[in-house]
């Protein structure tokens, strides 16, 4: 395992949408529908975004957030170039996104995800992902990305 002390989140303002393309297409186990990689791609430019870099200073990772409300902070899209996952950098982003989040007096941070109900593997590791960081079940919306693609809304309170 490579150490990952050397790695750096900080927000990024610049080519948001050209990390998120790049980086969801190397992840096609979980964004392997284009038209919603062409949603995130639009709609991170708007949004604040963490950046994970490399000491090289490359990207190999990002968390965009959607701010809903004074209360609730959405992990909108998360992506970890594949040869950096399992290492620890998608806990580092979680961590700036919650510090971010209550900086702005947010009381929660909620994530949206494939449910339990879909059997997909990749999924299934991603819900155990964020149950390690403390993120609770909610609610299942059936329909909200389609009939095929069950809605697992997931939500950690920011103590």
């Not at 750096?8 to 096609?28: D, H, T, W």
Request: with cysteine.
């Amino acid at each position: 395992m490579t150490d990952v002390s050397g790695f750096a989140v900080s927000p990024l303002s610049a080519g948001k949408s050209a990390i998120c393309r790049a980086i969801l297409s190397e992840l096609p186990e979980w964004f392997g529908i284009p038209e919603a990689v062409d949603f995130y791609v639009a709609a991170v430019d708007e949004l604040p975004m963490l950046a994970c870099r490399s000491a090289d200073g490359n990207v190999v990772g990002f968390l965009s957030l959607k701010f809903h409300s004074a209360a609730a902070v959405e992990a909108f899209v998360l992506g970890i170039r594949p040869e950096w996952h399992r290492r620890g950098l998608g806990r580092r982003l979680f961590e700036a996104a919650a510090a971010m989040a209550r900086a702005e007096g947010a009381r929660y941070l909620t994530v949206k995800t494939l449910a339990a109900s879909h059997p997909d593997p990749h999924y299934r590791a991603t819900r155990l992902f964020y149950e390690a960081l403390g993120f609770e079940p909610i609610e299942v919306f059936p329909t909200l990305w389609g009939a095929g693609n069950p809605c697992l809304l997931m939500l950690k309170r920011l103590d």
